[in-house]
């Protein structure tokens, strides 16, 4: 008995000490979103996903790349108004259709003191394009023959033929500039990150943190102005809210449906930007009935995509096209589209002249990840049942929503894409023919020429015209329904300062400071 | 049966259990009548009156799509007490099943059959009840079956327990020696007497099985929208719990009364069924 | 004492080779694979196939097994397909973790459950009674993740308290790990609470009844006396089952709760893994639980042994 008595006497002890830990938390452990104690500007990030491999060129999800994006840097960069602007190139000439040529930024080193040169950059574009390292930016650069280093501050780029796209994939994050040596040394780059950028990697503890901390030598001077960044895997919404209300992290994502709770609170800001992606329905163009293009217009004519912007996103969503606005002057304005006209008599119409005056039965798949699929799938669910669809939705787990997608195995398919760089993504790599992501089985013979020629045809203002015909007959043919492409937003502290985010760079903290 | 009217009996002068039984019987009851009584399909979108609070047209409110809070948590009864008794029933089959003939054969059929109770067993219940599903594919059947399994390995120990308890007990080796068939011996003697911790698993299995499915809801692997169970309007409610709480703290509130009115009675049925606290 | 030991830790064998089976064949079994779930809608026919070929999931699967469970034998848990972290040292350092949730809240629920289960029993069928019982079943009723949530949005509403954010370990800031641990704590040790006050109760009134305890209040012991000295020790056997379960099911029950308060546990681990597919994690992980989990088992066994000298292990 006395054992048992010790036990439970110590026990206690601990559990009162915890109690009263935790008690005078309450008042002290608040801190409100102050510099360190040491004065230190490090800003606290609660961030909703862990990242998955830090790896620049094999590793696409987005809580990776808002990590690497402040490690590593490419040659050229985007602003926001999707304009190229050099980054570790200062300046890059094209002599000809197919060659290429980058002068290099001097004096620029990587975080472990290595010197940035040219046999850098062919390293890397190289690195990308061998086969065994499987980067999701190879295809990007297929048309690239030859890599030349002229001199150390210069290299030369010769493609096989014309190619449109290539600077701006060039300035994508995927094709970032790594040191070999790092690489040898850790035989791939998915546990450590040495680039050139504004912030020096740190520590990775997984489920838990990553810090970056400032890299003292960067060659832009006075940036970053601040010490760190640490950002905190939150992954439960309730849990991120809680934390930026008491000031435990100075910035966080939201979901739409928070949003409205931080706009409260008076020590908070939201700051929203228009995002790069849209959400959208696929259909599996091989199956019936959806290889008819009316019965894939009914729908279109039948979903009321405001509706999808008011419930799903609380009306911080606007219509989209294949290209979303975020992509400024390659986007449409899909509201004047007879297809985004809701028209419930047109579309049964459409339906009859298909053969199925009756309505059918179907199916939607969706991904049991993203609340914002689950929630848009319901609703179509609803919305297509007043022209007799009756669809039952299919909620799948994350993986097996990507293997469905891959084969192709759903009828209609909630989604969200990402637009990237290059209207090309948009419209070449979902909807030609032998485009990689064109999981649909949709082909035309008209979108695919137009692909083409807006692949090779350099001249800005002619692809801008040739794109603006591709997306018409995209959203006529409708092999997707392309819906509503919502705003992002960001919760901060009042007292976090200089931060804008916008569409193509929603997290530049170069200038940010914590006052 | 003698048995069940016996139970009956004392449960009358066991007020604990009689709420318990008489919570039971209400959840039953919505259950299979309730919706025939709500008011409204719960699966309709009144898109004009989303996230409105309780009112004399929605009695419990509506949610993010202006669906009828109060039919959704009836619709909800339903769908959750379906969960409930399909999984119960699949683990306590299959552990009835397993559990006597292990019991009752013991030698090298118990040992295989215990020691893949044991593999089982040791795997923790959410993570093994998500696996399945994932293999499976998420919708209500494949939830029901992986909840099932996850309790079979319960229900075989406590029969097999039982069973063999049973059997080292006189009037069964006598009924043996007297040259009665095993199998007939099984049937006549054994389960009547293992019942009795068989009802009391079965009890606390049901809420148990309640709290998976909600559990599983949580990790997006529950039933399939818009189909209500208590766990997923619970979960789905969580976004909204501060704009809009009574998405949120009626479904709660019902998975809460009902695990509980479960629980009392399995614990009133514990007391009463156990021979050594017959006073 | 010692043979019957070695016979249940060699009985142990052939479960944790049926575990290591069964957690591989039905992570072959999940429609979905690490590529896709990987490459996601970057994925091409080119980086699908070389990624298939560098994991080697293009070999017989029992050749991956084998490969698998040889590394595993000798302590080597392979690395994760998904970031090329070696597995071993990152389940031990989220182990610790799981553990000490585990521990912590398990402690608190027989904080709370043990003297309420006496007090049940000594006054079965009183009001007091049916408030404990009420108090302690309303703990299992709700769902660990809607009574968390509601913690933490209560918390930081009313007291603008959130627990600190970004984990440390025990060793490193005792005070600031104690702090994190103490909300996801009570959420799971409240849960836990009932099914071991019920335990309590039961055992507690079972022994009551019995013919040694009549004797002694025959004797004139005072009922303080009765039940702490004689029934509560008679009564510890069974409670100590239902609390070796119960650690059991908190080490990978604690899934959602870690996920909620932002904890990298185990079950974090287990539950990213599965969602990318990253086998090999899920594997060494599972395997690693149920490892822990029979020797659990085991010990509490044979604690029994040890607490109440009448059982004997042939």
Known sequence: MKKWFGFCVVMAALSIALVACSGDDASSGESDGEATPSGEQILKIGNDQEPAGLDPHTVPAHSSVRIYEKVYESLLTLDENMELQPELAKEWDQPDDKTYTFTLREGVTFHNGNEMTAEDVKYSFERIMAEETASIAKSYFDKVESIEVVSPTKVKFTLSETYAPFLSYVASTNAAIVDQEVVEENGDLMQTAVGTGPFKFEEWEADNHVKLTKFEDYYQDDIPKLDGITYLTMKDESARLAAIRTGEVHMTTLASQSIPLAEKNEDLTVKDYQSTEYSYVGFNVNKEPFNDKKVRQAISLAVDRQEVSDIVWKGDAVPSGPIPESMGKWSIDVTEEEMYQQDMDRAKELLAEAGYEDGFDTEITTASTYPDMVDTAQLLQEQLEAIGINAEIRQLEWGEYIDTWTNGSHEMLVGRNSSGNDPDRSIGFFFSTDGSANVWGFSDERVDQLAEKGRTTIDTEKRREIYNEAQERLVDLSPNLFLVSPKKYFVLQNNVANYTPTANEPENFDETIIE | MGFMKEIINRLKQDKVGLVGVIGVALVIFIGFIGPFLSPHDPTEMYKSHTLEGPSAAHWFGTDEFGRDIFSRVIEGAKVSLYVGLISVGIGATLGFVFGLVSGFFQGWVDHLIMRIMDILFAFPDILLALTIVAVLGPNLRNTMIAIGIVFTPVFTRTVRAAVISVKEMEFITSAAAIGVKTHKVILRHVSPNILAPFIVQITLALSGAILTEAALSFLGLGIQPPDPSWGSMLNASRQYMEIAPWIAIFPALFIIVTIFCFNLLGDSLRDLLDPKLKS | ?314
Not at chain 3, 18 to 25: A, D, P, R, T
Not at chain 3, 58 to 73: A, E, K, R, T
Not at chain 3, 200 to 213: A, G, H, N, P
């Open chain 3, 1 to 314: 004492m010692i043979a019957y030991t070695i016979r249940r830790l060699l009985m142990l064998i052939p479960v944790l080779f049926g575990i290591s089976v069964f957690i591989f064949l039905i992570m072959k079994l999940i429609p979905g694979d690490v590529v896709s779930t990987m490459l996601g809608t970057e994925a091409t026919e080119e980086s699908r196939q070389q990624l298939t070929e560098q994991f080697g999931l293009d070999q017989p699967f029992y050749q991956q097994y084998f490969s698998w469970i040889s590394g595993v034998l000798v302590g080597d848990f392979g690395v994760s397909l998904r970031t090329g972290k070696p597995i071993l040292p990152d389940i031990l350092s989220r182990f610790s973790l799981t553990l000490e949730l585990t521990l912590l809240s398990a402690f608190l629920s027989w904080l709370i459950a043990i003297p309420l289960g006496i007090i049940a029993a000594v006054k079965r069928n009183t009001g007091t009674d049916f408030g404990v019982r009420v108090i302690s079943l309303l703990g299992v009723s709700v769902p660990n993740f809607a009574l968390a949530t509601l913690l933490l949005l209560v918390l930081s509403l009313t007291f603008s308290y959130y627990p600190p954010a970004g984990y440390v370990s025990l060793l490193e800031d005792p005070l600031k790990n104690l702090q994190m641990m103490v909300l996801p704590a009570i959420v799971l040790g409240t849960a836990m609470a009932g099914a071991v006050m019920r335990m309590t109760r039961s055992t507690v009134l079972e022994v009551l009844r019995q013919d040694f305890i009549r004797t002694i209040r025959a004797k004139g012991a005072s009922e303080r006396v009765v039940i702490f000295n004689h029934a509560l020790k008679n009564a510890m056997i069974p409670i100590l089952t239902i609390i070796g379960m119960q650690i059991g099911v908190l080490l990978g029950g604690t899934v959602i709760i870690e996920q909620i308060f932002s904890l990298p546990g185990l079950g974090q681990m287990v539950l990213t893994a599965i969602n990318q597919r990253d086998f090999p994690v899920v594997q060494g992980a599972v395997l690693f639980i149920a490892f822990v989990f029979v020797l659990i088992n085991l010990l509490v066994d044979l604690l029994y042994s040890y607490l109440d000298p009448r059982i004997t292990y042939k």
